[in-house]
């Protein structure tokens, strides 16, 4: 009976150390996209006629009770990746028109130089790169300043929105308490 | 004597106690997945240790959050520490949706079934090089893959519908199929991973999910 009862306890034993599993975690900041027209991959399924126009590849970083703009998180008047972990693409699949320059189709980077009046988009040409730690500007294809606005509410992640323009579409980054746009024309 | 059986019985319990109290925190991880920090991908400078809540008021993280894999693997942080390096080969941008107490066969996939490699939208393959899968020559360009998961093999597709939903797949735009073996009883992945693994003759795709793994081979 006693080596029954030890047998037992050490069965319990050995289940809970299993139970200590560690799990493949997934990113802080989690990756994301959008696309214009909104929600495009659920319409195109639907058979939508609408052009497909761009995307917006980003990780999301999380405010966390954090300070954001002007702290060390995204300090004014230094190029920041308008996301996390890769720089943030931009897929443009038809050609476009960004702060009056003609951009092709293509694949671009997208950054943003921030300060607590005004965010300057930056659309730069070198893809698949990390962060804005090896940011050139020499390759920069466009730069477009743009108003800060203050918003009612923080935003707890940051969220860049494709919304329908007159011409085409307003890029809305918001995050914290503030947002700015940068137009886009097709 | 019987003094030693009450304390082995008492132990006994403890034990039980202390399981169970393990297999609810197991559950409160499983419902709240979102968690802790990696080794690999930073988000600012100087972040602390952080845990994103659920429930989220403006934007909800989702449950089968986005991830995307390099060939050559981490490329862009490879970018940043040589400037001169050669341009990337490959890119799969996915979903990964996790476990959550559920075995993958059954309960997740059944065999036979188009199953899209991920979550949410279709998973997307980036080839930045020309490279050579299951005999096929594939041009630049962008892709779909999706599978169709059997006991002993996985038929993977290379398809060139982009830019859809994942819960329809037309065959007729397959640019190839090939059918890769699965293994099982590999180290349990709760969340789907996807990666690239350098091999002689080029890559493997490793698709690893529960404790199945699928490698499909290209060819640079």
Same mark, same amino acid.
């Given at each position: 009976m006693k080596r029954? $009862?030890? $047998?037992? $306890? $050490?069965?319990?034993?050995?289940?809970?150390?299993?139970?200590?599993?560690?799990?493949?975690?997934?990113?802080?900041?989690?990756?994301?996209?959008?696309y214009f027209p909104a929600d495009y991959p659920s319409l195109k399924i639907k058979g939508t006629k609408e052009p497909l126009r761009m995307r917006i590849i980003y990780s999301r970083p999380n405010k966390n009770n954090r300070p954001i703009f002007g702290s060390e998180i995204v300090p004014y008047g230094k190029v920041w990746r308008l996301g996390a972990n890769e720089a943030t693409e931009l897929n443009l699949f038809t050609d476009a028109k960004i702060g009056g320059k003609k951009v092709p189709a293509g694949r671009y980077t997208l950054y943003a130089l921030v300060s607590e009046k005004s965010w300057t988009f930056i659309v730069n040409k070198e893809t698949d790169t990390w962060g804005a730690f090896k940011y050139d500007p020499s390759k920069d294809v466009c730069r477009v300043t743009a108003d800060v606005k203050a918003l009612d509410k923080s935003i707890e992640s940051l969220t860049i929105d494709l919304e329908k323009s007159a011409g085409g579409v307003n890029l809305v980054a918001g995050w914290d308490t503030v947002s700015a746009t940068l137009p886009i024309l097709f | 004597m019987c003094t030693l059986y009450k304390c082995v019985v008492a132990i006994c319990f403890a034990s039980l106690f202390v399981t169970g109290c393990k297999e609810k925190e197991k559950e409160k991880a499983v419902n709240e997945p979102v968690m802790h920090d990696t080794a690999t991908r930073d988000t600012a400078a100087h972040e602390p240790h952080t845990i994103i809540e659920d429930n989220n008021?403006?934007?909800?993280?989702?449950?089968?959050? @986005?991830? @995307?894999?390099?060939?050559?693997?981490?490329?862009?942080? @490879?970018?940043?520490?040589?400037?001169?390096?050669?341009?990337?080969? @490959?890119?799969?941008?996915?979903?990964?949706?996790?476990?959550?107490?559920?075995?993958?066969?059954?309960?997740?996939?059944?065999?036979?079934?188009?199953?899209?490699?991920?979550?949410?939208?279709?998973?997307?393959?980036?080839?930045?090089?020309?490279?050579?899968?299951?005999?096929?020559?594939?041009?630049?360009?962008?892709?779909?893959?999706?599978?169709?998961?059997?006991?002993?093999?996985?038929?993977?597709?290379?398809?060139?519908?982009?830019?859809?939903?994942?819960?329809?797949?037309?065959?007729?735009?397959?640019v190839v199929r090939v059918q890769v073996p699965v293994t099982y009883y590999n180290p349990v992945m709760e969340y789907f991973t996807m990666v690239f693994e350098k091999t002689d003759t080029g890559a493997n795709l490793i698709m690893a999910w529960d404790d199945a793994v699928a490698k499909l081979p290209v060819k640079i």
């Open positions: 029954v $009862f030890l $047998f037992l $306890f $050490f069965a319990f034993l050995s289940t809970s150390v299993l139970n200590a599993q560690h799990w493949a975690p997934v990113d802080k900041s989690p990756l994301d996209q959008i | 008021l403006y934007a909800d993280v989702d449950i089968s959050p @986005m991830d @995307m894999s390099y060939f050559p693997a981490k490329y862009p942080q @490879m970018k940043i520490a040589d400037p001169d390096i050669a341009p990337p080969v @490959m890119r799969v941008i996915y979903s990964r949706p996790h476990l959550q107490g559920r075995k993958l066969f059954e309960e997740i996939l059944k065999y036979g079934q188009t199953w899209r490699l991920g979550a949410n939208e279709a998973t997307e393959l980036n080839i930045f090089q020309p490279v050579t899968i299951g005999d096929k020559k594939i041009p630049v360009g962008r892709y779909t893959l999706y599978a169709i998961p059997k006991a002993g093999y996985w038929t993977i597709a290379i398809n060139n519908s982009l830019d859809q939903w994942g819960l329809k797949q037309d065959a007729a735009r397959d």
